[in-house]
């Protein structure tokens, strides 16, 4: 069996947590493989203009993503963490961002210049673009109606970068 579950995670069909139990978790490639729809949580609700309550502090439901979406080369290659959350509100309207829509996020570490993340602090979390102009750091809403947000070192944290608006896909 382990010799199976190594040659499944060498493939990236899966990718285990060591110690932990029911630490199997299978990847975009593995769904694929498996000719299934991939499940991913709905963490919750999320700003597109003021923050919202965390995302931690809502429960879940899962969605399974179409088949389609899984040809997307970046899901595809994903072995990150992902997860959908809805818009709730309209300051990222000028790049097709509406309220009411899902959006499949994956979790991340490293974010440049120009993506759109999901940010948190104590007061919730938005979903904006991440701008680094020099030395200033802050996150850009997509509608002349609202203002930048200045990010304060350790008081913004990123829950990660939007990688789909699962809204705009046509099944």
Same mark, same amino acid.
């Given at each position: 069996?382990?010799?199976?579950?190594?040659?499944?995670?060498?493939?990236?069909?899966?990718?285990?947590?060591?110690?932990?139990?029911?630490?199997?978790?299978?990847?975009?490639?593995?769904?694929?493989?498996?000719?299934?729809?991939?499940?991913?949580?709905?963490?919750?609700?999320?700003?597109?203009?003021?923050?919202?309550?965390?995302?931690?502090?809502?429960?879940?439901?899962?969605?399974?993503?179409?088949?389609?979406?899984?040809?997307?080369?970046?899901?595809?290659?994903?072995?990150?963490?992902?997860?959908?959350?809805?818009?709730?509100?309209?300051?990222?309207?000028?790049?097709?961002?509406?309220?009411? $829509?899902?959006?499949?996020? +994956?979790? $991340?570490?490293?974010? +440049?210049?120009?993506?759109?993340?999901?940010?948190?602090?104590?007061?919730?979390?938005?979903? +904006?673009?991440?701008?680094?102009?020099?030395?200033?750091?802050?996150?850009?809403?997509?509608?002349?109606?609202?203002?930048?947000?200045?990010?304060?070192?350790?008081?913004?944290?990123?829950?990660? +970068?939007?990688?789909?608006?699962?809204?705009?896909?046509?099944?």
């Amino acid at each position: 069996v382990l010799n199976f579950l190594n040659f499944l995670e060498d493939k990236g069909y899966i990718t285990r947590e060591k110690g932990e139990a029911r630490g199997i978790k299978i990847l975009p490639l593995g769904y694929k493989i498996l000719n299934k729809d991939q499940l991913v949580p709905i963490v919750g609700e999320t700003a597109a203009g003021p923050f919202l309550e965390t995302l931690e502090d809502t429960s879940f439901t899962w969605i399974s993503l179409p088949g389609q979406v899984l040809k997307d080369e970046q899901i595809n290659q994903s072995k990150e963490d992902l997860f959908v959350v809805k818009v709730n509100g309209d300051s990222m309207l000028n790049i097709g961002i509406e309220d009411g $829509d899902m959006l499949l996020v +994956k979790k $991340d570490k490293e974010f +440049k210049s120009g993506d759109i993340v999901v940010a948190r602090t104590n007061n919730g979390t938005t979903v +904006k673009r991440f701008i680094a102009d020099g030395g200033k750091r802050y996150l850009k809403p997509e509608n002349p109606n609202y203002e930048n947000i200045i990010i304060i070192p350790g008081e913004v944290f990123f829950d990660g +970068k939007v990688i789909l608006n699962l809204s705009k896909i046509k099944v």
